[in-house]
């Protein structure tokens, strides 16, 4: 559960547009927005080497500090460059700790899944769930039980042990893990038109040769 918090030093950023942002990147500096429900947004910026500190934890909800006042903020979205691994921006979501949130949770399996264990294949179908609660009890990720789903079985929404303090509005139906027996792709059959036999494939290398050495004779 989120119940250690994680502070963040942020400072009012001035600069706009891609020239600044890419500015402030080489020095080390994220952009960043902190959106607050009712409230214009407000741009900040956040060092590179305390963000990596702070996410390292996993946590969604950290404190931003400002100025010596503290903001609860939700990680709403952290943009990547996948190419030179470095973070673009981070959007933040200002929270009242005493009101409940609505955050997408990683679903990761745990225990050994018996049909896997018998040559099935254990395929997840849903990776992220949409959960209510308030800030405090936000978990960092919800472990899945799949040890006792056998070949041809699947485990839904309505079968996750929620932490407590967490709920979801997502369909209870929906399917989260499923074991599948591994598909075997037949051998295509080789036909007589679809294999010519060697004669035929000798005539037609004779035929575009032909075809080619009455094109260089035009050509002259």
């Not at 559960?1 to 250690?4: A, T, V």
């Given at each position: 559960?989120?119940?250690?918090t994680h502070k963040l030093a942020a400072q009012a950023r001035?600069?706009?547009?891609?020239?600044?942002?890419?500015?402030?990147?080489?020095?080390?500096?994220?952009?960043?927005?902190?959106?607050?429900?009712?409230?214009?947004?407000?741009?900040?910026?956040?060092?590179?080497?305390?963000?990596?500190?702070?996410?390292?934890?996993?946590?969604?909800?950290?404190?931003?500090?400002?100025?010596?006042?503290?903001?609860?903020?939700?990680?709403?979205?952290?943009?990547?460059?996948?190419?030179?691994?470095?973070?673009?921006?981070?959007?933040?979501?200002?929270?009242?700790?005493?009101?409940?949130?609505?955050?997408?949770?990683?679903?990761?399996?745990?225990?050994?899944?018996?049909?896997?264990?018998?040559?099935?294949?254990?395929?997840?179908?849903?990776?992220?769930l949409e959960v209510l609660c308030r800030p405090a009890d936000?978990?960092?990720?919800?472990?899945?039980?799949?040890?006792?789903?056998?070949?041809?079985?699947?485990?839904?929404?309505?079968?996750?042990?929620?932490?407590?303090?967490?709920?979801?509005?997502?369909?209870?139906?929906?399917?989260?893990?499923?074991?599948?027996?591994?598909?075997?792709?037949?051998?295509?059959?080789?036909?007589?038109?679809?294999?010519?036999?060697?004669?035929?494939?000798?005539?037609?290398?004779?035929?575009?040769?032909?075809?080619?050495?009455?094109?260089?004779?035009?050509?002259?």
């Open positions: 559960m989120s119940r250690e001035a600069a706009f547009g891609d020239n600044a942002s890419r500015r402030l990147r080489r020095a080390g500096i994220i952009p960043a927005v902190v959106y607050s429900k009712g409230v214009e947004p407000r741009s900040v910026q956040v060092s590179a080497d305390e963000w990596k500190v702070v996410s390292a934890h996993g946590s969604q909800i950290i404190t931003l500090v400002e100025e010596g006042r503290e903001t609860p903020v939700l990680i709403r979205e952290v943009q990547f460059n996948h190419l030179k691994n470095y973070v673009v921006h981070i959007d933040f979501q200002q929270v009242d700790l005493n009101k409940e949130i609505s955050a997408k949770v990683a679903l990761h399996a745990v225990g050994d899944c018996y049909g896997a264990a018998h040559g099935g294949i254990l395929e997840q179908e849903l990776h992220e936000l978990p960092e990720l919800i472990k899945v039980d799949v040890s006792s789903l056998d070949i041809g079985q699947a485990l839904a929404v309505k079968d996750i042990v929620l932490p407590e303090g967490v709920r979801t509005n997502v369909d209870p139906e929906e399917i989260v893990f499923h074991v599948v027996m591994p598909q075997i792709e037949a051998e295509p059959e080789v036909t007589e038109e679809a294999a010519p036999t060697e004669p035929e494939a000798i005539n037609e290398k004779k035929t575009e040769a032909r075809a080619a050495e009455k094109e260089k004779a035009e050509k002259k």
